[in-house]
């Protein structure tokens, strides 16, 4: 949604349009999976940029 990019500590989600359209990925409790995940996003540009009170930047 929105284009951003979002790493899920779950095993499985309801919204699985998020994964199928590669803008969040599942990775559980595991550290390396996260990490990869994190990594996986750096340097994509996010369709909206906001800083933590919704203001857009």
Do not use: K
């Amino acid at each position: 949604m929105l284009g951003v990019p979002c790493v899920s500590l779950r095993e499985n989600t309801e919204w699985v349009e998020t994964v199928e359209d590669g803008w969040n990925v599942l990775v559980g409790a595991d550290y390396e999976g996260i990490v990869d995940a994190i990594a996986g996003f750096e340097g994509q540009m996010c369709g909206v940029m906001c800083l933590g009170v919704g203001m857009r930047v």
